[in-house]
């Protein structure tokens, strides 16, 4: 092709697409296409050049929108109330400032290909904008403040309505319906695109032409600046990608963080009851799996479950049957491998080599036939058992993959996604402190004893309980719209031990075949997936006649005879306080309990050492060592009145903790633990934690495959695994709390150490937090434990909180709780307003005094403040 046929071709694709007038979506008006005849005739360099200059045309388009649409008509004076100047400014940081370096650049790019011909330049032109200072700081600039403009748009939309419905009208009237946010991204994802360009343009570039030198030099001077902002661009893309995945599938809320990477997805078959499959889609993060449902005909993605990683496990293949198939496939692999590479070889012979070809070819195609019979034979290949670590116990899934490479693919991304999950944790940032809530003292000597949230559409509220060995003392601690302490009033005329929150039941889930779940589990315990119905009867006479031989005369002197009849009453979540003196006091949990009594009273003849609701029954364990069973009755509320009793332990051993696990009761009686099946009531497991019987177990909690507890008086915390229960390992927290308390005095230092215990243990989002009766808080990142481990490959750190308390730490608890937001215009292809929940974590801590241990020595107040028992908030 000549010079100038080439030229004149070229000219007329300039005129197809790169006028400049304004119009009705974003100031661009398409012209008609290049005629195909025109087309076919350029080489292909020529065609990587138009499309070099067509994507940086849209991109300016794109800059221009953001300039024209969105930054001048914020900023003008008829639109002041939408969002502040300051801000609009902070979100088109470096926009203005990009457009007119692009348009400068594109400009340039429109004269050399107006002047086109085989041995027209570009490289040059890449170099002298690529090369200048005030463009890559520019770019820099404009990287690191990405996310803090997502912040405020998000912020923006979630308080100013105004701002929302302006977003959302500008989405509608771009002609490819992008959202600000989706042009935002433009700029970060720009600069790896000309790499790309770059180098598919030297692909076609003769070394020879003049062009190639300017192209190569072009090319590692983009690399190099590439590198400069990479980590904050691949940060960006893949929060975006986030965000698309999460606007496909419906239900899906808070799937963007900054700790989240998107692995892959894949389509699979999964077990849907009646011994059926159905087709579902995995999407593998690095902290979770998504399974979805997807419909054919709308296809709409739909989210019936997310697992943790850390709560899932291969299930390893054990029939050996199974394992010699999967070696002959890798064999059968290996042998097609080596004899591709024979064949290639053989091509440099110099003599004939016929009759070798022909073996070669007829051994590749047995081979490959024998390859494919092993793949297609056995469908175990393809298929991977998961186990699900639940509330209700260890849960089978059964994935069916469409190859058994895809299979392999999988699980080797998984193991990785794990093992990385597993040594990131002693990388996570330490606890926001968010404030220190003083309760003032309304009788000498109150200390806490313990707390627990409510729960129910009033979640919002914490009931903190203290004692001074004759009254008990309820305050509620109220979080919104700032942790202010709301109450403080006496309840008994006793020590309260415990204390735990119980929900209401929800009527739109009761029928008279029981119960529905989306999650449905066959008799092997086997997670399916989206079964027509799923009922559980209730209970038969027979069964409940079976259930009530448990019942061996409870000591149970109801003070009000009334059962929880009324819908409106059965409904309401309740407040379970144990006292000293063996009585339950029932509160619902929206009572103001300065003007309210209890609702219910229960009287026992020991005291309630602990309570924990589980399965839709309450759990008391009594000083004497006996476990007391409360039961919902026919219409929804506690029978009362003929509670069951379990002899679990004994007078000298009771029941001092208990906790639930893989839908068993764990109890802690002296320095044993019993593990209860909740709907025989035996005990099915008892192991010892320690040969003295004067140090019991005096706290207990329970993650994944781990068991964390403290003995009495003591300040090492052990671990076992809860399913083979052995020892797994002991951390000594003498060093981390003497570390903490390097700035106090030496005195208090010596002393605090020298009567070191553990006090309280909380486990909450992978991290094991550890009250000290020194007042120091320390966490620990939880290890991953398998259903197999048999000791941990490494001790977990143990760090210390900065802030403490001054006297012991009485309590940990933690509160989560969801707020509804408005959330506009998320996705390019979402319009209408979203009501999005946003899911809050909250750690507490109750104790005598406050302390910031980095200056515990300088601190005027913190003598004033011991005598003063603090709440302490953290963000996690």
Request: a negative charge; hydrophobic letters at 35%.
């Amino acid at each position: 092709m000549s010079a100038g046929n080439s030229r004149r071709d070229l000219r007329l694709k300039l005129e197809g697409c790169s006028t400049f007038d304004d119009s009705e979506d974003e100031g661009v008006q398409e012209q008609p296409p290049i005629p195909s005849d025109a087309l076919s005739s350029l080489d292909t360099r020529t065609h990587v050049v138009v499309e070099l200059y067509d994507t940086e045309r849209s991109y300016v388009e794109s800059l221009q929108v953001l300039v024209t649409k969105y930054l001048e008509p914020l900023k003008n004076p008829e639109n002041a109330g939408l969002l502040d100047t300051a801000l609009v400014d902070e979100i088109f940081l470096q926009v203005p400032a990009l457009l007119s370096h692009h348009q400068v650049f594109l400009e340039d790019l429109k004269k050399r290909l107006e002047h086109w011909d085989l041995k027209q330049k570009l490289g040059d032109v890449f170099l002298e904008m690529f090369s200048k200072p005030d463009v890559i700081e520019t770019y820099t600039s404009y990287v690191n403040n990405w996310k803090r403009a997502r912040e405020i748009i998000k912020n923006a939309q979630q308080s100013k309505p105004a701002f929302s419905r302006f977003l959302e009208a500008m989405a509608r009237e771009h002609k490819g319906k992008l959202a600000l946010d989706s042009l935002l991204i433009k700029p970060i994802q720009k600069f790896p695109k000309y790499e790309l360009l770059l180098q598919r343009l030297l692909k076609h570039t003769d070394p020879s032409h003049p062009d190639h030198a300017l192209l190569i030099s072009a090319q590692r001077e983009i690399h190099e600046q590439l590198l400069k902002i990479n980590c904050t661009e691949r940060e960006a893309v893949e929060l975006e990608q986030l965000r698309e995945i999460e606007g496909l599938i419906d239900g899906l809320m808070e799937l963007v963080s900054n700790d989240r990477q998107y692995l892959r997805h894949d389509l699979v078959n999964m077990a849907a009851g009646g011994g059926t499959r159905k087709e579902r889609a995995l999407f593998l993060f690095s902290d979770l799996l998504l399974v979805t449902s997807i419909k054919r005909r709308s296809g709409t993605i739909k989210r019936p479950l997310t697992v943790p990683l850390q709560e899932l496990e291969i299930v390893r293949a054990k029939d050996e049957n199974l394992r010699q198939m999967l070696v002959e496939i890798e064999n059968l692999t290996e042998d097609i491998s080596l004899l591709n590479q024979i064949n290639d070889i053989s091509w440099s012979l110099h003599c004939s080599h016929s009759q070798l070809d022909e073996v070669l070819k007829e051994m590749l195609t047995n081979l490959n036939k024998q390859l494919v019979e092993q793949q297609n034979s056995d469908s175990q290949l393809s298929c991977l058992d998961l186990t699900l670590n639940t509330s209700n116990g260890l849960q089978n899934i059964s994935v069916m993959f469409l190859k058994p490479d895809k299979r392999a693919s999988w699980e080797e991304t998984f193991n990785d996604a794990k093992h990385k999950l597993a040594i990131s944790g002693d990388r996570r940032p330490s606890p926001e402190l968010v404030t220190a809530v003083p309760i003032r003292k309304t009788r000498a000597g109150l200390q806490f004893t313990c707390a627990a949230p409510t729960i129910g559409e009033n979640g919002k509220d914490v009931w903190v309980c203290n004692s001074d060995g004759y009254v008990g003392q309820v305050c509620i601690l109220s979080l919104e719209p700032e942790p202010t302490v709301t109450s403080c009033n006496g309840v008994c005329n006793a020590k309260i031990l415990c204390i735990t929150s119980v929900p209401g039941i929800n009527n739109s889930i009761i029928n008279d075949k029981g119960i529905h779940s989306s999650e449905i589990k066959d008799d092997q315990n086997t997670i399916q997936f989206d079964s027509s119905s799923s009922s559980e009867d209730d209970k038969s006479d027979s069964d409940e006649q079976e259930d009530n031989k448990y019942a061996v005369g409870a000591s149970v002197d109801p003070v009000a005879t009334e059962t929880l009849e009324e819908p409106s009453d059965v409904q309401q979540s309740t407040m379970w306080l144990g006292t000293e003196d063996g009585c339950i006091h029932i509160y619902n949990s929206s009572d103001n309990i300065r003007i309210k009594k209890n609702k219910y009273k229960l009287q026992h003849g020991s005291a309630i050492l602990s309570i924990i609701y589980l399965d839709n029954r309450v759990f008391v364990a009594l000083a004497n060592g006996d476990v007391i069973i409360y039961e919902r009755d026919q219409s929804g509320g506690w029978n009362t009145t003929t509670p069951l009793t379990v002899a679990v332990g004994s007078a000298t051993m009771p029941a001092s903790k208990m906790i639930p696990n893989a839908g068993k009761l764990w109890c802690a009686c002296g320095n044993t633990i019993k593990v209860i099946n909740i709907q025989t009531f035996a005990v099915e497991n008892v192991f010892t934690v320690n040969n003295d019987l004067n140090k019991p177990i005096t706290c207990i909690v329970i993650l994944g495959n781990g068991v964390w507890l403290s003995l009495q008086n003591s300040s090492l915390v052990k671990c076992y695994h809860a399913v083979s229960f052995e020892f797994l390992c002991e951390l000594n927290l003498a060093p981390a709390v003497t570390k903490m308390l390097t700035s106090c005095d030496d005195i208090i230092r010596q002393h605090k150490a020298a009567c070191l215990r553990v006090t309280s243990l909380l486990a909450c989002k992978d991290l094991l937090w550890i009250g000290t009766s020194a007042g120091v808080i320390l966490t620990v990142a939880l290890p991953h434990i398998a259903p197999s481990t048999v000791k941990l490959s490494s001790m977990p750190s143990i760090i210390g909180v900065p802030h403490g308390h001054t006297g012991h730490v009485r309590f940990l608890t933690n509160v989560e709780w969801h707020i509804s937001t408005l959330d506009v215009a998320r996705h390019s292809y979402k319009s209408k307003p979203e009501q999005r929940t946003i899911t809050r974590h909250l750690i507490i801590s109750g104790g005598d005094g406050y302390e910031d241990f980095r200056n515990a020595n300088l601190s005027e107040v913190a003598g004033r403040e011991d005598s003063t028992n603090h709440l302490l908030l953290w963000n996690i």
